[in-house]
């Protein structure tokens, strides 16, 4: 988070069990938490859009030329 962005200071009721498990999964605090799934929630439209997209691309690859090009 840039240092510059505006924060804002909340209050929220969630469920004990729920903020445990996914502390647990960031390794991080509450703050942090709570923002690695804000930012999951705004990026699901465009994980939509992907998801649309899936299969819609031909790529026409040698994936073994490309390995023995490494």
Do not use: F, N
Request: aromatic share 2%.
């Amino acid at each position: 988070m840039p240092e510059t962005e505006t924060l804002r200071k909340i209050t929220v009721k969630i469920p004990t069990a729920l903020l445990e498990d996914a502390q647990k999964l960031t390794g991080g605090g509450v703050t942090e938490t709570i923002t690695a799934g804000l930012e999951k929630l705004a990026a699901s439209p465009a994980y939509r859009k992907l998801l649309v997209l899936e299969g819609s691309c031909k790529l026409d690859l040698d994936l073994e030329a490309s390995r023995l090009d490494r």
